[in-house]
């Protein structure tokens, strides 16, 4: 199967209550899960992050967003870890379910803005 790998970074959590805390009681190497958000106002391609007991974190990049969505929409089954508790860095994989073969790293977009 194709595999996939990414490192990007959880961006907004200032603007949802209890994220900073739920990120500050976490730990390097944690589960989280990523959740497609189609209805969200500021971007269709929103891609939510949230704990492992359900505690919504932030969100991929917009500039990002896109590429993971599609994926996502088209079944990709996606695995995220935190890698970097100060800096809020995740690690997403993510398989195809064709057979691509190895891992590969997908380059997304540079970040740009703040968080």
């Given at each position: ?5 990414t ?33 969200n ?16 974190l ?13 994926h ?6 996606m695995?995220?870890?935190?890698i ?18 190895g ?13």
């Amino acid at each position: 199967m194709g595999t996939y790998r990414t490192v990007t970074v959880v961006v907004g959590s200032c603007y949802h209550a209890g994220a900073l805390a739920a990120l500050d009681g976490l730990r390097a190497g944690a589960t989280l899960s990523l959740q497609r958000e189609p209805t969200n106002p500021h971007d269709p391609n929103a891609v939510a992050v949230y704990s492992e007991d359900g505690a919504m974190l932030g969100h991929v990049p917009r500039n990002q967003a896109a590429l993971l969505a599609t994926h996502m929409d088209c079944g990709a089954q996606m695995a995220c870890a935190l890698i970097g508790k100060a800096t809020r860095t995740i690690e997403i994989r993510w398989d195809t379910g064709k057979p691509d073969g190895g891992v590969v790293f997908a380059k997304l977009p540079p970040y740009e803005g703040d968080g």
